[in-house]
């Protein structure tokens, strides 16, 4: 009696003590779960932090706006307008130039990375505007653009950069506004309507008239979408590797949309708008928690967050954003994270030459400065390398008139490179005979560069 006395007090202990291991252990799970939920970040097999990879991204480029030339406000008092507020500097943004692409560019290739290609600068392009001529309204598509913004030699300069593999272009909207508010608002008497004839991209409201925000209808945005890729394949020869919203505003159904057309490298998400969350700390909370579950429910989707920010022109000290950038950098770096720099176009496109130099001189000492001695250099690498690389340790680019084979993994691995990239490589299509492509084996944390067969 006594014996079953103690066995059963015994079991009662270990059943005490199995309830307890199981609570812990479900602490312990759930605290797993939860942990990873709310601080997870993007995946990675690679060492980042030996890796030193930059990308850098870049908006705006190809858009018809602000102003076609430094004179278009005379005599106009802008505030009239009720645009809504800009930084300065941006009432004289303009559309680039060949020079300016072409001065960009020289900055770049000053500066290689420890495999030997340059700083690479992807511009997110705009890829459509729209003028009012005589009575109506005239869309222009890339490489078309309205007469007030005719810019000679500018797509040879682009040609020139893709060429020496420092300028990357992937998409960034199709109008950077919704037309339709544009339309109704662009001609309304007063100085809306004298705006508009002399080629400014601004109307009443601008600011707010998102391109992609909740009002537009699915099938107009869809539409949209269609027109650019094919318009984007259509000038630069290849897809779209990558995206970045206008104006930071974007929905789910965005991200379904693009993800129905294979865009499923998304940058900026962390700088997300989306007026449905509400605002002050809770829209804060909100923002982080749908973030965190939209990675987990959607792990093809693979989002680039900016962590660096080269921005000289918008503000009085350009040598602090340079200093600021290079901290970040390496910031990134220890993190065990790349590096994502934002610098938008108005850093090196705008009326006033003044404003160019400043920019351009702080991405070179920003290059300067991180480039350090060779076995120190950063890899500079595109988004659409950044994805593969997080999504298997490999990547192929046609960068420079090669094919860019990359190893960032500690063993050797075999990387497949589509026919379409070989022929790429190659200009006019040497390759293309080949169907299938290439495998080619790479040493573990090598680049190869394949040279096309002349
Ligand atoms: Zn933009």
């Known amino acids: 009696m006594v014996g079953a006395g103690l066995r059963g007090e015994r079991r009662g202990k270990d059943l005490k003590l199995t309830t307890r291991v199981f609570a812990v ?38 858009l018809a706006g602000f102003v076609p030339h430094a004179d278009a406000w005379r005599g106009l008092d802008r505030e009239k307008l009720a645009s809504g507020s800009f930084p300065e500097v941006y009432w004289l943004s303009t559309l680039e130039d060949s020079a300016m692409v072409a001065a960009l560019n020289t900055v770049l290739s000053g500066h290689s990375g420890r495999d030997g290609h340059p700083a690479v600068l992807q511009p997110n392009y705009v890829m459509s505007s729209l003028a009012h001529t005589g009575d109506r309204w005239v869309r222009y598509d890339l490489p078309d653009l309205p007469p007030l913004y005719r810019r000679p030699g500018l797509w040879n300069a682009v040609e020139e950069g893709i060429a020496r593999g ?46 992609l925000g909740s ?9 949209e979408v269609d027109h650019s890729l094919a318009v984007f394949r259509n000038l630069f020869g290849r897809d779209v ?94 993190a065990g994270q790349p590096a994502i720099v934002e610098s938008h176009r108005i850093n090196f496109a705008h009326t006033d030459s003044a404003v160019v130099a400043v920019g351009l001189d ?17 890899v500079y690498l595109t988004d659409h ?39 790429r490589a190659a200009g006019e299509g040497e390759f293309r005979s080949t169907g299938w492509g290439a495998l080619v084996a790479v040493p573990a944390g090598s680049t190869i560069d394949l040279v096309p067969l002349q």
């Open 166 to 211: 420092t300028w990357y272009p992937e998409f960034h909207a199709t109008w950077h506004y919704d037309p339709e508010i544009r339309k109704r608002g662009a001609l309304t008497a007063g100085i809306a309507r004298k705006v508009t004839d002399r080629g400014i991209m601004l109307f009443p409201g601008s600011e707010r008239a998102w391109e």
């Open 362 to 378: 702080a991405l070179d000492r920003y290059l300067g400065e991180i480039s350090g001695n060779s076995w120190e250099s950063p």
């Open 25 to 62: 252990t479900g602490i312990v799970v759930c605290g797993l779960v939860a942990g990873s939920f709310l601080f997870g970040g993007a995946r990675s097999a690679i060492a980042w932090r030996s890796f030193r990879a930059v990308v850098i991204q870049s908006d705006d480029w190809g």
């Open 215 to 223: 009002w537009r209808s699915r099938s107009d945005l869809g539409r």
């Open 241 to 334: 590797h990558s995206v970045m919203a206008p104006d930071y505003h974007w929905d789910d159904r965005i991200e379904a949309m693009w993800g129905n057309r294979n865009l499923r490298v998304i940058q900026g998400k962390r700088e997300q708008l989306n007026p449905a969350w509400g605002t002050g700390k809770f829209g804060r909370v909100r923002k982080y928690v749908m973030r965190q579950w939209t990675r987990l429910r959607y792990p093809g989707r693979i989002y680039l967050e900016r962590n660096c920010r080269l921005e000289p022109v918008q503000a009085p000290d350009p040598d602090s954003v340079v200093r600021t950038c290079v901290e970040e950098t390496r910031g990134a770096w220890a």
């Open 385 to 423: 390398e950044l994805a593969q690389l997080y999504d298997r340790g490999t990547s192929w680019s046609v960068r420079d008139g090669v094919v860019v084979v990359r190893n960032a993994t500690r063993s050797r691995k075999v990387v497949g490179i589509p026919a379409e990239a070989l022929a």
